[in-house]
């Protein structure tokens, strides 16, 4: 999903937040239409953690043999948005099927990772205990929260920290598949000081709507360690533009996917009971995977976009055995 550059909304609540913007803000709108603001101003640094690799035949040969990280999927919420944003409704495919612009369900996942030495990581943060106990002190409350109608379509199932406290061991790192609101809004149950870490230029995204934007991801982000982003090295031979080898043991790979978010990033888990793909919003639904089409209007850069999801679906047909998981839907 894209709730952080271009569609915070769905699109029949853009205008109300324009307008609100346009309330908010002394600037006016034409200079911050070309100018516009960044997505955070939390910061960033390098990642010490990870080395970049390409995903070499010897290693993709060896994939399907079961991994020693224990992988676990939770839905904390369930959500409905609009559906030309997840699906590129002007897809020929989706033409035919007949889909049309109205609320898609969906699940706002994270994704758990236990690796046997480095300990207990989670992929994306699902979201915050204060939805469900406390909305109004949530990191997206007020207009925002009003404009998606959070407190009428939004239902909370599991907060990462009702989550994390049920747990046997400290979480050890957060790793981000991108920077959108609905994969960091359980930040705030993330204890102070754990290392959190996304693909390159995630905070760095200018857009006029990020006037609403940057303050919920600013305060999701507050008091927690600067992004470390992860070193990416270009490749020509590989499925994808990089990859890196978080552990260095090759059990959990980032892999670049930019197009959603400049920096978007899928996770490749050997897990005890075989690869997983967890794609993030380079994919959100269940059908656009399986019919071969692209996400919509959510996505910033769609040519690239596009590349993404061709690679990742190149991948998973020459992989077979690898379980793909999209980023909304089970």
């Not at 998606?148 to 747990?167: C, N």
């Amino acid at each position: 999903m894209h709730l952080g550059i271009a569609t915070l909304a769905p699109m029949k609540n853009a205008k109300r937040l324009f307008l609100a913007v346009l309330a908010l803000v002394a600037l006016p709108a034409a200079v911050l239409g070309v100018v516009g603001v960044e997505l955070s101003s939390h910061p960033h640094q390098p990642s010490a953690l990870g080395a970049p690799k390409p995903l070499t035949n010897d290693l993709l040969a060896t994939l399907g043999e079961p991994g020693p990280v224990e992988l676990e999927t939770i839905n904390s919420a369930d959500w409905a948005v609009e559906r030309g944003g997840l699906i590129n409704l002007d897809h020929p495919t989706a033409k035919a099927a007949g889909l049309t612009a109205e609320d898609e369900p969906i699940q706002v996942f994270f994704h758990a990772l236990r690796h046997p030495t480095k300990g207990l990581f989670i992929v994306d943060t699902g979201v915050e205990s204060a939805l469900r106990t406390a909305p109004e002190k949530a990191a997206v409350h007020g207009i925002v929260s009003s404009a998606l109608k959070l407190e009428e379509t939004l239902k909370v199932r599991e907060p990462l920290g009702e989550w994390l406290a049920k747990q046997s061991q400290p979480l050890a790192g957060v790793f981000l598949t991108h920077l959108h609101m609905d994969h960091i809004l359980g930040m705030r149950d993330v204890p102070a000081g754990t290392p959190v870490y996304s693909g390159p230029g995630e905070t760095s995204p200018r857009a006029f709507l990020n006037v609403l934007v940057k303050p919920v991801t600013d305060r999701s982000l507050e008091g927690k360690a600067p992004l470390s982003e992860w070193p990416y090295r270009p490749e020509t031979s590989g499925p994808f533009e990089a990859a890196v080898d978080i552990f260095g043991d090759g059990t959990v790979w980032a892999l670049s996917v930019p197009g959603h978010t400049p920096g978007s990033t899928a996770y490749l888990v050997r897990s005890t009971k075989g690869p997983v793909l967890l794609m993030g919003d380079a994919s959100h639904t269940r059908w656009g995977w399986e019919h071969d089409v692209e996400p919509g209007t959510f996505t910033a850069d769609a040519p690239r976009g596009i590349e993404s999801f061709k690679k990742l679906r190149a991948f998973a047909q020459a992989h077979p055995e690898v379980e793909v998981r999209m980023g909304h839907q089970h």
